[in-house]
């Protein structure tokens, strides 16, 4: 199969690439390299693609309206990955125009790209931030998600809104995976658990927000790609099932589909900072300071979906997803 790759520089873009060549597909990927986090990094997961058979790639902005059309139109691609966006909770109060261009724009420069060019699957990254305020857990694709409490997690939301419309209209199977807090090697240094190994090998303090009080669904990056995958191998169909009187928001008349992938295991972040000290062998100087703004307290993913329907629950423990993220940082960093 020949697919399309948006944010392949990315974390969870390089590790999609990796496993699609990997079983003999073409990729074509595309990002614009920004730097919200730094470049080189993004340049290192790139070279280490560039020789790959069946890779190329594109420096181009999802946002450039006429560029993404002529991509499509010459390419003729047989699938779609769509990672590509502007990540980030707290980024959106200080650039918030960042988060329309990217999320909102560029996923409607690719939702027409795939309608005009008979492409036969679009898969696109959703994220939990979409279930805002929610609290009842674990957090169900059944469940209304309605209150977002970031621009991050309102444009995630429209997206999902905006594919199933053309879902509707077009025909066009679309699934969107709600991603639960993705670590491992190669990954975002905007994310906690890479800034904390940074600081803890360095002898210096990392903050610990809510006074510690935190729980997440960290999820391994080889069973999000596990999932993507098989996602994508599943086209979207409509639910025959499914009932306008009580309409399940995981399913459609329509062909589209949501499902979460994580780890269905929230770690409590204490004990993430623990697994962490047990890795790198030091003990963490902590600064406790208040929740921050369009933070939640706990994620928590209900995956029974993901699993009935792709045969596929991650399982990854969280001391081995974190001695294999030590391991590169020390490696890829020379610590």
């Not at 994508?232 to 062909?255: G, H, M, R, V």
């Amino acid at each position: 199969m020949k697919f399309l790759l948006t944010g392949a520089a990315g974390f969870i873009g390089f590790h999609t690439a990796m496993r699609l060549l990997d079983r003999g597909d073409e990729v074509v990927g595309v990002d614009n390299l920004n730097g919200y986090y730094d470049p080189d990094l993004k340049k290192a997961r790139l070279g280490n693609l560039g020789g790959r058979k069946g890779f190329s790639f594109l420096h181009l902005d999802i946002a450039e309206r006429s560029a993404m059309a002529e991509l499509f139109r010459v390419q003729r691609f047989d699938k779609v990955i769509h990672l590509a966006a502007q990540a980030g909770v707290r980024y959106g109060m200080t650039n918030p125009h960042s988060y329309i261009d990217s999320n909102i724009v560029g996923t409607q420069n690719v939702l027409e790209g795939c309608r005009h060019n008979g492409v036969a699957h679009l898969v696109m990254a959703s994220s939990s931030s979409v279930y805002g305020a929610n609290t009842k857990m674990p957090f169900s694709e059944h469940d209304n998600v309605d209150h977002p409490l970031s621009l991050y997690a309102a444009t995630k939301k429209a997206n999902e809104l905006a594919a199933h419309a053309y879902a509707h209209l077009y025909g066009l199977p679309i699934t969107a995976l709600r991603f639960f807090t993705v670590y491992g090697p190669w990954g975002r240094p905007d994310m906690a658990y890479f800034s904390f190994t940074k600081k803890i090998l360095a002898g210096e303090a990392i903050d610990v927000f809510n006074g510690g009080d935190h729980a997440r669904d960290f999820t391994y990056i080889d069973d999000i790609v596990e999932g993507v995958l098989r996602t994508a191998d599943k086209i979207a169909a409509p639910d025959p099932n499914w009932n306008s009187n009580a309409p399940a928001p995981s399913t459609s008349s329509a062909p589209y589909r949501v499902y979460n992938i994580g780890n269905n295991n929230p770690v409590a972040l204490m004990d993430f900072i623990a697994a962490i000290e047990k890795a790198t062998g030091r003990t963490a100087k902590k600064t406790f300071l208040p929740m921050q703004p369009g933070d939640v307290v706990k994620t928590y993913a209900d995956i029974d979906d993901l699993a009935r329907d792709v045969g596929f629950r991650p399982s990854t423990p969280i001391d081995d997803g974190i001695s294999r993220f030590v391991s590169w940082y020390r490696s890829y960093y020379g610590v």
